[in-house]
Structure formats: C-alpha cells, structure tokens
Nanobody, 121 residues
Framework: QVQLVESGGGLVQPGGSLSLSCIAS????????MGWYRQAPGKQRELVAT???????NYADFVKGRFTISRDNGKNTVYLQMNSLKPEDTAVYYC???????????????WGQGTQVTVSS
C-alpha cells in the first residue's frame, strides 16, 4: 500500500510563513500528480495547489502569489511554502497523491491524515 504523511503545520501570526511537507512511502511503482487541499471547519475540502511529475503547477486563486508548491520526485515528497498567511488560511491541510502501487495497472488517489494550520494573533 501507499501512505502519505504530512508535517509542518502549526500556529503562526497573520503575515507569517509556514512550510508543509508530505512524504509518500510504501510499495510505490510511480506517483503522478501530488497536491495540497484544505478543509476549514464547516466547509468543504478545497484544492490549494497541485503539481504534476514534470513540475507543472496549478494554484487556487486565493493562494496565487503567496503559496508555492514543489516536489522532489527522488524522495517522493511534495512541499507547500506558505507566505503572507491570513486568518482565513486556517484549516486542516491534506496531502494528496495519485500513485500506482507495485503490481497494479491502475492509479489510485491517496490522502494523508492532515496537518492543522492556524493563523491567529
């Protein structure tokens, strides 16, 4: 199976920065797209940013110019650098990866357990 584990969340003041990491492990044959989603209390989970294996990125409008997604294919890791954080960025951030497990011809979506990001003074 494939596991995704996030790290790097925490409490930060408005205007501050945080960096999230997500490592994929397990019996992985290949990983295609990886990305970050978030879910605030009482709201649906929403896309934050994604990146393909070749580095093509996509951002939600509300993070453009503030967040940067990157990945290290050799380490099966995706990162999210978050700058100029706002209180409305407060949410649980989830890592997502579309991967093909060893021995499988199909790709599946995998999710991490989530990491809390709180932006507050």
């Amino acid at each position: 199976q494939v596991q995704l584990v996030e790290s790097g969340g925490g409490l930060v003041q408005p205007g501050g920065s945080l960096s999230l990491s997500c490592i994929a492990s397990g019996r992985i044959s290949s990983i295609n797209a990886m990305g970050w989603y978030r879910q605030a209390p009482g709201k649906q989970r929403e896309l934050v940013a994604t990146t393909t294996r070749d580095g093509t990125t996509n951002y939600a409008d509300f993070v453009k110019g503030r967040f940067t997604i990157s990945r290290d294919n050799g380490k099966n890791t995706v990162y999210l650098q978050m700058n100029s954080l706002k209180p409305e960025d407060t949410a649980v951030y989830y890592c997502n990866g579309r991967a093909r497990p060893m021995g499988s011809a199909r790709e599946y979506d995998y999710w991490g357990q989530g990491t809390q990001v709180t932006v507050s003074s």
